[in-house]
């Protein structure tokens, strides 16, 4: 493969040796990718043609970067900062939910998965949490629309063990994926009651454009269910824990 060139977001950073570095990327036109930097790092550090901040998580780049012999992690030869989404960096709430969607979209992708819609919901959602939308509102969006993308979320107009349509007695299944009717509930005791108001919400926000959902109103008793059954869905569907999971239980608190 000849030098690359394209836009990419951190998703994750590890030290490697004395002076190099791991980067987990998601970049728009190779999804993601694993790669090195060489000599940033220690007192012999080299000033590589890095831009400052450039190589710190959820940084908004552009990344030159090129294939290694019999290795599929590739060698970062440049990294120029497009954003580095000061306003995040300066409030803990903000840090804290921009530091879970990277470690989600790390978790839930694999290397070399192009996907453009990812990539632009992933840049929408951190500028958003630069701006002043609540940076729940913001992080519920992306987890539906995320959740969408990879083809994990399933109709709600439908039953996910029938396939008969559902009406407003429906309940949310985990083990199912998705709302089940009545004649299914055996199949799942554990299927929870699920308010209309959230089971519009949900489809709205699916099927909705990201710029128009931005501004959406959630009554606040929505919003909580939400958190709850997207948290437990997730959690269904990611076998690691997230570690910043636990620091966003305490922000949410
Ligand atoms: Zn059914």
Redesign the pocket.
Known sequence: MAIQKSEGIILRKQDLRETSLILNIYTRDFGKIKGIVRGVRGSRAQGLAVGGGSLEVFAHDEIVFYERKQSDIYTVSQCDLLDFFYPIRGSLEKLAYASYIVELVDSVTALGDKNIEVFDLLLNSLKLLSGESSSRRVTRIFEIKLLHLLGLMPTLEL?A??G?RVDASARFSFRHGGL??G??LASDNQARPILQGTVKFIEHIRTSPFEKVARVKVASEVGRELEGILRKFLDFHIERRLKTLEFLKEIEK
């Open positions: 039953c063990s029938c008969l089940i009717c004649a299914c």
